[in-house]
RNA sequence: GCGCCUCUAGCUCAACGGCAGAGCAACGGACUCUUAAUCCGCAGGUUUCGGGUUCGAAUCCCGAGGGGCGCACCA
């Protein structure tokens, strides 16, 4: 290995992506005249005796480094470059005699070197092990990698942009919440050494940001992790990406339109076209969206009519005979909304807005104008998964008050998902939230629709696992010795 | 949390009750137009870990650990 130290900066002129675009014209054996200085890591090496080719690539692409003895700087050192090794390479670009454009290299310096390597050259790294933990590997050794996480930051991109042009400010709430609110979830405990109190990572934003609306601020989105101290499965991320938006003076109809076009026109940004093939089946998020309720999904789906005055009986029957289990504490709501889930859900595969929902089991939700069992809200299934939920917010500090009590009481009979009072929300509730609409969408889902991936950990950089036990003593004493 | 599947060289994989192997990477060498270059040579392993059955275990059984999938929960 080349004693040399590694500098400190490299003047890279040129992107690799761009030299076949520049250079296309060349023929074969002729130079350009033009010396560019590339940088990369060396993916394939194939040295030839007196002359030598490498394949460079960088974040643009690849582009082949031609070396020869008689005029290349440490010739010898650059043919036994590692696959991996970071090199910056300076010199004519050139085609070679056998028609590959390339730069010829008259100076060369090794910008960091490849302990590890990445993997077998052609197959690369394909242990889910590896892939999720050595993201780095992964990012090299699988070019698809990068086009999904490319495909996140296009869609958090577009999302902003739409979002700006229509007049939305971005705002950050806390992570940190004195008491886990605005979702049923399982939140994550931590604590707060100098103030000595218990905080919670936040489930949800939702109770900030209207709180921001009370405030003045007509229109909020942010855009943010959350963090569910739940299950892990190929569909959920302990913790997880989600554009929360709230916009004053419109209603849970005006949501939807808003909702669809932003899915919409993310994916036409994203992808060119809002008709998109996923797990090899179309699917077709044009708007308008249909909406429909529970119980006509659920008439469609099983043949069985059913509706809020269905007896309570029947309801838990039918559930039963679903193949779910049924709680006692259940009203007929939670019962249609389970039978739903259970029955009907899964088969939606186009966008859909399930609307209304039932007021037992959305705390947070406006009753609905027409039906006092009912609440103004919706949930957008497409694919057979909830992609978000949105409402009319509830915006009387009575109503609120007597919602959170009934969670409360939920809670404290063992529902460890279900809300608490929220004394602090309740006050600003009383300054007056104006008629508003807010809804929540799972940024992480909508990802994994426009990349085509059925598994969250494929769009999530560094995915949760469960920590790594890596065997650290000989480093310990190393490090013991040298303070010592 | 429960169920099913899986774990062999740095990577990708064979061997499936009878001497643990190949390709790539690595290491040493040859080569003046290569394209996963080619050729010669060399090295690489507590078969995830711990028990058990067996004359003999990577292989069969039990347990532990990591991972994947399904269920549950949700976005």
């Given at each position: 290995?080349?004693?040399?130290?590694?500098?400190?900066?490299?003047?890279?002129?040129?992107?690799?992506?761009?030299?076949?675009?520049?250079?296309?014209?060349?023929?074969?054996?002729?130079?350009?005249?033009?010396?560019?200085?590339?940088?990369?890591?060396?993916?394939?090496?194939?040295?030839?005796?007196?002359?030598?080719?490498?394949?460079?690539?960088?974040?643009?692409?690849?582009?082949?480094?031609?070396?020869?003895?008689?005029?290349?700087?440490?010739?010898?050192?650059?043919?036994?470059?590692?696959?991996?090794?970071?090199?910056?390479?300076?010199?004519?670009?050139?085609?070679?005699?056998?028609?590959?454009?390339?730069?010829?290299?008259?100076?060369?310096?090794?910008?960091?070197?490849?302990?590890?390597?990445?993997?077998?050259?052609w197959k690369g790294v394909s242990d889910?092990?590896?892939?999720?933990?050595?993201?780095?590997?992964?990012?090299?050794?699988?070019?698809?990698?990068?086009?999904?996480?490319?495909?996140?930051?296009?869609?958090?991109?577009?999302?902003?942009?739409?979002?700006?042009?229509?007049?939305?400010?971005?705002?950050?709430?806390?992570?940190?919440?004195?008491?886990?609110?605005?979702?049923?979830a399982k939140p994550f405990t931590t604590?707060?050494?100098?103030?000595?109190?218990?905080?919670?990572?936040?489930?949800?934003?939702?109770?900030?940001?209207?709180?921001?609306?009370?405030?003045?601020?007509?229109?909020?989105?942010?855009?943010?992790?959350?963090?569910?101290?739940?299950?892990?499965?190929?569909?959920?991320?302990?913790?997880?990406?989600?554009?929360?938006?709230?916009?004053?003076?419109i209603d849970y109809t005006d949501l939807?339109?808003?909702?669809?076009?932003?899915?919409?026109?993310?994916?036409?940004?994203?992808?060119?076209?809002?008709?998109?093939?996923?797990?090899?089946?179309?699917?077709?998020?044009?708007?308008?969206?249909?909406?429909?309720?529970?119980?006509?999904?659920?008439?469609?789906?099983?043949?069985?009519?059913?509706?809020?005055?269905?007896?309570?009986?029947?309801?838990?029957?039918?559930?039963?005979?679903?193949?779910?289990?049924?709680?006692?504490?259940?009203?007929?709501?939670?019962?249609?909304?389970?039978?739903?889930?259970?029955?009907?859900?899964?088969?939606?595969?186009?966008?859909?807005?399930?609307?209304?929902?039932?007021?037992?089991?959305?705390?947070?939700?406006?009753?609905?104008?027409?039906?006092?069992?009912?609440?103004?809200?919706?949930?957008?299934?497409?694919?057979?998964?909830?992609?978000?939920?949105?409402?009319?917010?509830?915006?009387?500090?009575?109503?609120?008050?007597?919602?959170?009590?009934?969670?409360?009481?939920?809670?404290?009979?063992?529902?460890?998902?279900?809300?608490?009072?929220?004394?602090?929300?309740?006050?600003?509730?009383?300054?007056?939230?104006?008629?508003?609409?807010?809804?929540?969408?799972?940024?992480?889902?909508?990802?994994?629709?426009?990349?085509?991936?059925?598994?969250?950990?494929?769009?999530?950089?560094?995915?949760?696992?469960?920590?790594?036990?890596?065997?650290?003593?000989?480093?310990?004493?190393?490090?013991?010795?040298?303070?010592?």
């Amino acid at each position: 290995m080349r004693t040399a130290v590694i500098p400190y900066r490299f003047d890279k002129d040129t992107p690799a992506g761009t030299i076949a675009e520049r250079f296309g014209a060349l023929e074969p054996g002729q130079g350009s005249g033009q010396v560019v200085s590339v940088a990369g890591r060396i993916m394939l090496n194939r040295p030839q005796g007196k002359l030598a080719f490498a394949t460079l690539r960088d974040e643009t692409g690849e582009v082949q480094l031609f070396s020869l003895e008689a005029s290349t700087e440490d010739f010898e050192a650059l043919t036994k470059l590692h696959l991996g090794d970071w090199v910056g390479a300076t010199g004519e670009v050139v085609r070679t005699r056998r028609g590959e454009l390339s730069v010829q290299v008259a100076t060369w310096v090794l910008l960091a070197e490849a302990r590890r390597g990445f993997g077998d050259k052609w197959k690369g790294v394909s242990d889910p092990e590896i892939r999720y933990r050595q993201r780095e590997v992964d990012l090299w050794a699988n070019e698809s990698t990068r086009t999904r996480l490319d495909i996140r930051a296009k869609v958090l991109r577009s999302m902003r942009e739409r979002l700006w042009a229509l007049g939305f400010t971005e705002v950050e709430t806390p992570l940190l919440h004195p008491i886990p609110g605005g979702a049923a979830a399982k939140p994550f405990t931590t604590h707060h050494n100098a103030l000595d109190t218990e905080l919670f990572l936040r489930v949800a934003p939702e109770l900030y940001l209207k709180r921001l609306v009370i405030g003045g601020m007509e229109k909020v989105f942010e855009i943010g992790r959350s963090f569910r101290n739940e299950g892990i499965s190929p569909r959920h991320n302990p913790e997880f990406t989600t554009i929360e938006l709230y916009q004053a003076y419109i209603d849970y109809t005006d949501l939807m339109v808003l909702f669809e076009e932003l899915v919409a026109g993310i994916c036409l940004d994203v992808l060119g076209t809002t008709v998109l093939s996923y797990q090899e089946r179309e699917l077709d998020l044009t708007p308008p969206w249909r909406r429909a309720s529970m119980w006509e999904l659920i008439e469609e789906a099983t043949g069985t009519s059913v509706s809020m005055a269905t007896p309570i009986e029947q309801l838990r029957e039918l559930l039963v005979a679903a193949g779910a289990k049924v709680d006692d504490s259940w009203g007929p709501g939670r019962l249609i909304a389970e039978l739903f889930e259970e029955t009907a859900e899964a088969a939606q595969w186009a966008p859909v807005f399930v609307v209304p929902y039932p007021k037992e089991i959305s705390p947070l939700s406006r009753v609905h104008r027409d039906d006092a069992e009912l609440v103004e809200r919706f949930e957008p299934i497409i694919a057979g998964r909830e992609l978000g939920n949105g409402f009319s917010e509830l915006i009387d500090p009575d109503d609120q008050r007597a919602r959170f009590e009934e969670q409360a009481q939920a809670h404290a009979s063992g529902d460890d998902e279900a809300m608490l009072v929220d004394e602090e929300y309740l006050r600003a509730m009383e300054q007056g939230l104006p008629p508003t609409g807010g809804f929540g969408l799972g940024v992480d889902r909508l990802v994994m629709l426009l990349a085509d991936t059925a598994n969250i950990r494929e769009i999530i950089a560094f995915p949760t696992l469960r920590p790594e036990v890596l065997l650290r003593s000989v480093e310990v004493e190393t490090t013991e010795a040298t303070e010592a």
